[in-house]
């Protein structure tokens, strides 16, 4: 195939069009961007689940929570976003929006499963449209109850959703998952999962940038009553 094809050359300029290779390539570039931010990692344990965000875009001068990469959506359900902050915002209040309109027709709390299921098709929506990009983001959303235990997914820029024990994605992704095969979290109390997860992120953070960061934490289980809550560790 030749160069002109593998480099793009004008069969990136929207969302539907795709290469003669077969790639979306604006779907790359989006993943590209998602990728490029701090890293990300989810964990489920015995009886909770954990997600920690390594939080690079910090200074002395913002307020202690800006720039927030963990959000409560609905009681039990949580999310972490990695990417373009402006497009994190867009879908953590579609996010908020879905749950809000489930509980309000229905007089109770929306599933993960089924939220997933609608962040999920309304990302994808916006890979079949030139008027339209994909969102630079991907995603992570976590739950537990009584009846089902602990639930982890991930999202990725182009819709697809899977299922995890645990999962990684940002600039020390790769490196995080190796870290994370070494533990057995499905015996980790909640407080076992939120030091092995701080030990994962200083583990995988750049050193050689000599940037600071921030560690934030979220947390769903047994020990907070079945409420997802967002930690902020100050580092």
């Not at 790639?23 to 964990?43: C, F, H, K, M, P």
């Not at 701080?198 to 960061?213: Q, Y």
Request: proline residues 2%; aromatic residues 10%; charged residues 25%.
């Amino acid at each position: 195939m030749s160069d002109e094809y593998s480099k793009g050359a004008g069969f990136d300029l929207c969302a539907s069009q795709y290469a003669p290779n077969g790639r979306l390539l604006q779907l790359e570039y989006a993943a590209r961007a998602a990728d490029n931010s701090g890293t990300v990692i989810g964990v489920c344990g015995k009886d909770s689940v954990l997600i920690a965000v390594e939080n690079l875009n910090i200074n002395k001068l913002f307020e202690k929570d800006a720039n927030q990469r963990i959000f409560n959506i609905d009681g039990n359900i949580g999310m972490a976003v990695g990417g373009l902050l402006g497009d994190c915002n867009i879908l953590v209040d579609r996010a908020r929006q879905e749950a809000a309109s489930y509980r309000q027709k229905y007089e109770r709390g929306i599933t993960l499963e089924l939220l997933c299921e609608r962040v999920d098709s309304f990302l994808h929506a916006y890979t079949l449209y030139s008027a339209v990009r994909p969102f630079a983001l991907s995603i992570m959303m976590a739950s537990w109850d009584n009846k089902n235990g602990p639930r982890l997914y991930k999202i990725e820029p182009s819709g697809t959703t899977t299922g995890h024990f645990c999962c990684s994605f940002g600039q020390g992704s790769e490196q995080a998952l190796s870290e994370m095969e070494k533990f057995e979290f499905k015996d980790f109390p909640t407080d076992q999962l939120v030091k092995a997860a701080a030990e994962i992120i200083h583990g995988v953070h750049d050193k050689r940038n000599d940037k600071n960061f921030r560690l934030d934490v979220g947390i769903v289980g047994g020990q907070t009553k079945g409420k997802f809550e967002y930690r902020l560790i100050q580092q």
